[in-house]
């Protein structure tokens, strides 16, 4: 409503059991910030906040977007993270204010389809230097995929993160952790590959590196690893990787990250060759190539009109081809 008027100092707690918003009426600042919606709705925040103490994230989502979001300080706590509610995040954009070298970690996710995709991303800053950084998780392919820079063989083609800092320095360095989950196709479902798919698995970051946008493993340095929630032994399907610190005066300006190998032991899922469109009948004919399938169900073929928005068309069944392979579909 707009008719409130409680105080900052007041804790604000959303436990409807449907849909949301936090209306106009919500202060600036909160001192504590819970969703615990019963039948995981969301809530739509309706304006920025700043969020003092902690941001209890317990059952349902936050909703943001890139001009309303909300900011957690530097000694804003967060409850239940990395994994102990994968139902319950921050559905777009969360800022974290920092000036200390303790880790910002951003309990960040989106909803795709019927899949619930809980993608938090961590940062350690290397210095005390007052800053800022917000991060968006992104599951759908960056708009560059093509790696010709070694070591990287490929990147991944479902997922990237989003992360900007309002410093355009090497103040704003820090350490990298990205997570992966089901969704990553991380290894490719042969325990005898995963071992391999690990030690393979690196931090792509997409940058200029002066002779036009590349992806690069920046640092070379070994990546280490750390699972969750194994429901067997070998399963690699939830954790999160650490692996490069950074030292580039625009690195924080604008930067696009995500998961990616040195081999083709990791999945990610597949290579896109080509992808072509041309028109047939007033139709389109839509085709593409690909190689090294593993663990493919289909291919989904999605529509838009602003290139944001995406509507599915139709599918196309797997091969399970691991040569070139060509495939069609009309829309």
């Known amino acids: 409503t707009t008719t409130r008027n409680f105080s900052s100092a007041a804790n604000y707690e959303y436990y409807g059991s449907t849909f949301q918003s936090t209306g106009n009426g919500l202060p600036s600042s909160v001192k504590n910030l819970i969703i615990n919606k019963p039948t995981y709705d969301k809530v739509d925040l309706s304006a920025p906040v700043n969020i003092d103490d902690s941001l209890l994230l317990q059952k349902g989502f936050l909703v943001s977007s890139n001009s309303i ?4 300080r530097d000694t804003t706590g967060l409850i239940n993270i990395p994994y102990g509610y994968i139902r319950s ?4 954009p969360v800022k974290i204010e920092k000036a200390s ?4 970690i951003f309990p960040i996710g989106k909803i795709k389809g019927t899949d619930t995709l809980f993608a938090p991303v961590s940062l350690l800053p290397v210095n005390t230097i007052a800053k800022s950084y917000t991060a968006e998780y992104f599951p759908q392919p960056y708009s560059d995929t093509i790696t010709d820079t070694l ?7 479902v997922e990237y993160w989003q992360i900007k800092s309002d410093l355009n320095s090497a103040n704003a360095d820090a350490k990298v952790f990205l997570s992966w989950r089901p969704y990553s196709k991380v290894g490719d479902d042969t325990a005898a590959h995963n071992s391999a798919a690990l030690a393979d698995l690196v931090i792509a970051h997409y940058f200029d590196d002066g002779a036009g946008q590349k992806w690069n493993m920046e640092g070379g340095a070994a990546a280490t690893f750390v699972i969750f929630c194994p429901t067997a032994p070998g399963d690699i399907s939830y954790g999160i990787i650490n692996q490069i610190s950074h030292n580039s005066s625009s690195f924080y300006t604008d930067s696009i990250f995500t998961l990616a ?9 597949v290579k896109l060759i080509k992808f072509s469109a041309v028109p047939k009948n007033n139709l389109t004919q839509l085709l593409w190539t690909t190689e090294e399938e593993r663990s493919m169900e289909k291919y989904e073929i999605e529509r838009s009109s602003d290139g944001i928005s995406f509507s599915l068309v139709t599918f196309v069944s797997s091969l399970q081809k691991f040569v070139q392979w060509n495939y069609g579909a009309l829309d």
């Open 69 to 72: 979001f909300p900011t957690l």
């Open 261 to 269: 190998t040195k081999s083709r032991f990791n999945v990610l899922p």
């Open 101 to 104: 070298t303790t880790p910002a």
């Open 151 to 157: 070591p990287i063989d490929h990147v991944s083609r």
């Open 89 to 92: 995040f921050v559905i777009g």
